[in-house]
Each structure stands twice: as structure tokens, then as C-alpha cells.
């Protein structure tokens, strides 16, 4: 908390609710209150002042108790989506609402018989957004959750910037403004840079992250024989009930593949500054990839006909899957747009190959691993960002570093998996080598396959004896003898497709 008093205050509440045998009055907001006290909070503290041991005995003992917070942090946040915010005091309650709900929801999520907690219905909470006396027209306290959050994503001053001038006017209505002006970074289908604001990204972080606790859910459930279970809060974050799904889609992509994390290129400037947009680009890509759950034997397949518009991403298309995130991802088709992601994403991933002179003078990030899976996505649901993807000379910059990662990775076999796996994506078993790569062969040869080599055996790769004769058999359809020498021992140790080598 900001002081050792408010510290000792939260942490009293966090007592007296593990302790109280009978349960607290969802009336007694005295006592409620105490968990989201208006004084600046760090979901450090959070964590450390309410342990994992005291939750499970809350939910044990207690399970009213419990169940009450919950509906009370979620009102907290219904009620600023509502009002939007507009002092420092309800800021800093939407804040701390998140950080507790956030440290309490794995805990419900690992116990069997809370899992349909967050999808019984409150009575009162109609699905009009106003209180309704008729039980059967109640939203269950998943979906207020989640529609708060995106509410709460595009709220001016407190995660955007607002374009209202300053004055003594009211606060801007939520639930009228037009998120789509409200798109976080400039980008894919949004060309206006909004200034950056610290505060801005530090309540985003929060945010994406309560999402993001949410959507692991999946996690906490038994493996099953039926691998077509769909996710309930995904599903229903990315489907039409949330008015906010193209602009967040939007936003989180365009954060990412806009992101530098050199800057100017100062050495040992990250030393020097905080740098709040990283965990903001970290937390956006593990939230774009979950979001990005699919399944093709319930859904219509992601659009990848040849079909262009005059817009971005245009509704006007034949339907394509539930999953709208999906959907956005399926029918991004402008040129300029597919180069905004490569580059974006080929810069991220080189971040940790880049050498200097100084030693460690350039910011290094770490969640390579949420980039290629999410490179694996985007070639995966958008076949002509694939096509472009392996027709642009920026293939390369792609390439060099997943080989550098899966050198890298060889001891760990969890990341080494992403890389064994991430070839048949790129390369699907279905994907025509004579309108992709085989007219390409020559360049792959003297372009990709040497850099490749010098980046894992250094400059013996040519006298490798592996890189030669049994690197591919003679029985596949190679181009040429040279060519056939040339194959790297990798094509077969991490099972390559065929088309690598033809």
C-alpha cells in the first residue's frame, strides 16, 4: 500500500474476513470497503498481504464470504465502467479491484465446485445494464466482469486519452463514445498516433492482466478425450456482446508490432528509464493469443479467399468464424498493412540477437516465445500473410532468429517444442511449393540457408559433415546436386516439411 498504515488496514480486513465464522452482510459496505481503499496500492502488496493459504481457508470455512467479495469487486467495477471514472479517488478503486480479483480468481478456478460460480446469475444485474427485478434477465457475474473490463479498456483519461477539452463539462458517457477513435497505437486499420502516457499503460497492464487470469481458466480443468472444449470466457469476451472486440483487437496487435524496445538507440538508456510500454507489449501478446482460440470443427473456416475491399477489415465479407478476433485476424488483406506486422514482429524477435560494442548497452526482451506462437497464428487463420510473409525478402529476418531460438532452446524441451512445432504452420502439408517456394529455391539457398548455418555452426558449417550427404535423401525431389549438398542437418532433425528441401 502507499504507507505502513493503510498496509495494516488492508491487511486487519484481509484477517477479520478469515476469521469471522458467520458471514458479512453484502450491505455492510463499512467492511467491504477496506479491500479497495481509495490509497494507492501494488499488486506486490496484493500478493504478499493476501496469501494463497488464507484464500483457501475463506473458500472452505467461509464460502459466503468469499463469494461476497467477489460480487462486490466485480459492482466496484461495473459501477466505475458506469460512471466513467472521473476522479483520482474512483481511478485508484478500479485499480485495486483488479489487483484483488486478480490474486483471488486462480483460487476459485482450482476448486471444482466454484468453477460455475462466475456463471450463476446475480439477481438485479439485468442484461440491459440497468437492475431488473425479473431473476430470468440477470447476466451472470462472468459476463459483467468482462464487459466492465473492455469498458474500462477504452475509458478516457484513466486507459486513453480523452479528446473532450478541458472544462467543467461531465465525464464522457462510456457506454456512447466510439472506441474505434479511442485505438491504443497507430497501425493496422488506425493511422493516428495517440501521445503516450505512462499512467495510461500502468492501468492497461492491470487490466490485461485480470483479463488474462480470467481466460486461465482452462488451465485449472483435467485433460479430457474431447479436445473441442471451448473456453466460456473467451468465447464470449470475443463475440458480439462485447462492442469493444475491433478496437481491442486492433489496439493489442498494433501494440505490439509497433513496439521498440531500442528507442533512439542510446546505449544503456533502459538503464536509465523506466519502461512501461514493455509490460504493457508483454501481457497484449499473451492476451491476442489466448483470444485467438479457434476451433475448425465448430466454426466456419477464417476467410483466406483472394477478396479485397477499400477498408482494413470489412464486415461487408462473407461471415467467417464466431470467434471475432478470429475473424479480424482472417480478413486483415492490405499490403501495407501485412509489412506493419513483419517488420514489427521481425524487429521483436531479432531484439536479443543485436550486438554492440558496449556490453549489455541494449534492452533485451523475453517473451519471444508469445511472438512466435503468435507469428504461428497469424499465418495459421491468414493464408495471404503467409504468402506475402514467404514472398517478402523479410521471410529472413523471421527465420534467422526462431533457428538462433531453437539452438538457444535444445536443453529445454518445453521451448524447444514451439520451435520443433512451428514449421507446420508455416509450411502446411496442403500449401502449394510451386506458387510459394520453388521459385524461390535459388534465393533460399544463397540467402537463408548460409546466414542460417553461420548462425548456428559458425563459420565451419560448410565443412560440417552433417550438412552434406545425408542431410536429405537422394530419392527427394531436390533441385540439384549443389542444392542437395547444401540442405542443413536440421531439415531432418527437427522433421522440416518437404518443402524445405524442394
Not at 446469475?121 to 464487459?147: I, K, M, Q, Y
Not at 523506466?274 to 483470444?291: F, G, H, K, N
Not at 470443427?297 to 470489412?314: K, L
Request: charged share 20%; proline share 7%.
Amino acid at each position: 500500500m502507499g504507507s505502513a498504515d493503510s498496509k495494516l488496514h488492508f491487511r486487519k480486513a484481509v484477517i477479520q474476513l478469515t476469521t469471522r465464522t458467520q458471514p458479512v452482510e453484502a450491505t455492510d459496505d463499512a467492511f467491504w470497503d477496506q479491500f479497495w481503499a481509495d490509497t494507492a496500492t501494488s499488486i506486490q502488496d496484493v500478493f504478499t498481504l493476501v496469501p494463497a493459504a488464507e484464500i483457501r481457508a475463506v473458500r472452505e470455512e467461509s464460502p459466503s464470504n468469499l463469494a461476497t467479495l467477489c460480487y462486490k469487486a466485480v459492482e466496484k467495477l461495473v459501477q466505475g465502467a458506469e460512471s466513467g471514472c472521473t476522479s483520482e479517488k474512483e481511478k485508484q478503486v478500479m485499480i485495486n479491484c483488479t489487483q484483488l480479483m486478480t490474486r483471488i480468481l486462480p483460487y476459485i478456478f482450482e476448486d471444482p465446485d466454484w468453477r460455475g460460480f462466475f456463471w450463476s446469475t446475480v439477481p438485479g444485474a439485468g442484461r440491459g445494464g440497468a437492475c431488473e427485478g425479473n431473476d430470468e434477465n440477470a447476466r451472470p457475474l462472468a459476463e459483467s466482469l468482462l464487459l466492465a473490463i473492455a469498458d474500462l479498456l477504452f475509458c478516457p483519461d484513466f486507459t486513453v486519452q480523452s479528446h473532450r477539452k478541458p472544462g467543467p463539462e461531465i465525464a464522457e458517457d462510456l457506454h456512447s463514445i466510439d472506441s474505434c477513435e479511442y485505438i491504443w497505437e497507430a497501425g493496422v486499420g488506425f493511422a493516428h498516433s495517440p501521445p503516450h502516457s505512462h499512467i495510461h499503460d500502468l492501468n492497461r497492464t492491470e487490466l490485461l492482466k485480470l483479463l488474462l487470469t480470467c481466460f486461465s481458466e482452462a488451465v485449472y480443468l483435467p485433460p479430457t478425450s474431447d479436445g473441442n472444449v471451448l473456453n466460456p470466457w473467451v468465447q464470449f469476451f470475443c463475440s458480439t456482446e462485447n462492442r469493444h472486440a475491433l478496437p481491442l483487437f486492433t489496439s493489442l496487435l498494433n501494440m505490439v508490432c509497433a513496439y521498440d524496445p531500442i528507442g533512439y538507440g542510446f546505449p544503456y538508456n533502459h538503464l536509465l528509464f523506466s519502461d512501461y510500454r514493455e509490460p504493457l507489449v508483454e501481457v497484449a501478446a499473451q492476451v491476442l493469443i489466448a483470444t485467438l482460440e479457434y476451433d475448425a470443427a465448430t466454426s466456419q473456416s477464417p476467410s483466406i479467399d483472394g477478396t479485397t475491399t477499400s477498408t482494413a477489415m470489412d464486415d461487408t465479407e462473407p461471415p467467417g468464424p464466431e470467434n471475432l478476433f478470429v475473424n479480424y485476424l482472417s480478413r486483415i488483406h492490405r499490403e501495407e498493412d501485412f509489412q506493419f506486422i513483419l517488420k514489427g514482429l521481425a524487429r521483436l524477435l531479432n531484439n536479443p540477437l543485436l550486438q554492440t560494442y558496449l556490453p549489455n548497452s541494449t534492452k533485451k526482451i523475453q517473451f519471444h516465445q508469445e511472438l512466435l506462437v503468435l507469428f504461428w497464428k497469424l499465418c495459421d487463420f491468414n493464408k495471404k500473410f503467409l504468402f506475402f510473409a514467404l514472398k517478402s525478402s523479410d521471410v529472413l529476418d523471421v527465420l534467422v532468429p526462431i533457428l538462433y531460438y531453437l539452438n538457444d532452446a535444445r536443453a529445454d524441451q518445453c521451448k524447444l517444442q514451439v520451435g520443433i512445432d512451428f514449421p507446420y504452420s508455416v509450411c502446411p502439408s496442403g500449401f502449394d511449393a510451386h506458387r510459394g517456394l520453388h521459385p524461390l529455391t535459388s534465393q533460399w539457398r544463397t540467402q537463408l540457408w548460409r546466414p542460417a548455418e553461420q548462425t548456428l555452426l559458425g563459420p565451419c558449417a560448410h565443412g560440417h559433415p552433417s550438412l552434406h550427404r545425408n542431410a536429405c535423401r537422394p530419392s527427394d525431389r531436390c533441385v540439384s546436386q549443389d542444392h542437395h549438398k547444401r540442405t542443413p542437418a536440421f531439415a531432418t532433425t527437427f522433421r522440416l516439411p518437404a518443402h524445405y528441401c524442394c
